[in-house]
T-cell receptor, first 113, second 116 residues
Framework: DAKTTQPPSMDCAEGRAANLPCNHS???????VYWYRQIHSQGPQYIIH???NNETNEMASLIITEDRKSSTLILPHATLRDTAVYYC??????????????FGGGTRLMVKP | GAVVSQHPSRVICKSGTSVKIECRSL??????MFWYRQFPKQSLMLMAT?????????EQGVEKDKFLINHASLTLSTLTVTSAHPEDSSFYIC????????????FGPGTRLTVL
């Protein structure tokens, strides 16, 4: 599976949009981009995923560049509860090799009042 | 989204004892479950992949005789830490694969193991 690069930390003001970037320049055509977050002492929470098109759900929006080499997770109105480590992971779906998610260092987002 | 539960959420045990952690997918069937371990201020590290009805596949450096995994049904996988020692103290997290075209993985809330 392709590796990803994320900034180690970011700050965001409460109520403002949080834009978390992720580089995945070696992504393959059949690999999806997944985003998870982990709030302290909890298991990772699924946020969103996409293949080529931009995606939006009740939690966030995912913007994937046309060449698919990078993406941005957008939390439109960040709250203090959004403070967490955010992980961007690329992985092929229905891969016979176990299909596990491999976690990198992620981005520690601190939402400040 | 799909829900994965773990039990117990927290356990403290004496060195040399064995501890069993249960992982259940509550509203979907999971042919594959994964067990991760997370030490303080580190990212999640995959320990093993658990397939229903077959032997688990362990990552390099993870002792299969120490971390026993049983995936007895499509909704339940268990991890038993045998003869636990203080260095096994960690946050253990299970994950279940939902399957389907995008194969999303959902995670349990984690189990904090402290070995005295």
């Amino acid at each position: 599976d392709a590796k990803t690069t994320q900034p180690p930390s970011m700050d965001c003001a409460e109520g403002r949009a949080a834009n978390l970037p992720c580089n995945h320049s070696t992504i393959s055509g059949n690999e999806y981009v997944y985003w998870y977050r982990q709030i302290h002492s909890q298991g990772p929470q699924y946020i969103i995923h996409g293949l080529k098109n931009n995606e939006t759900n009740e939690m966030a929006s995912l913007i994937i560049t046309e060449d698919r080499k990078s993406s941005t997770l957008i939390l439109p109105h960040a709250t203090l509860r959004d403070t967490a480590v955010y992980y961007c992971i690329v992985r092929a779906a229905n891969n016979n090799a176990g299909n596990m998610l491999t976690f990198g260092g992620g981005t520690r987002l601190m939402v400040k009042p | 989204g799909a829900v994965v539960s773990q039990h117990p959420s927290r356990v403290i045990c004496k060195s040399g004892t064995s501890v069993k952690i249960e992982c259940r997918s509550l509203d979907f069937q999971a042919t594959t479950m994964f067990w991760y371990r997370q030490f303080p201020k580190q990212s999640l590290m995959l320990m093993a992949t658990s397939n229903e009805g077959s032997k688990a596949t362990y990552e390099q450096g993870v002792e299969k005789d120490k971390f026993l995994i049983n995936h007895a049904s499509l909704t339940l996988s268990t991890l038993t830490v045998t003869s636990a020692h203080p260095e096994d103290s960690s946050f253990y997290i299970c994950s279940a694969r939902e399957g389907g075209p995008t194969d999303t993985q959902y995670f349990g809330p984690g189990t904090r193991l402290t070995v005295l």
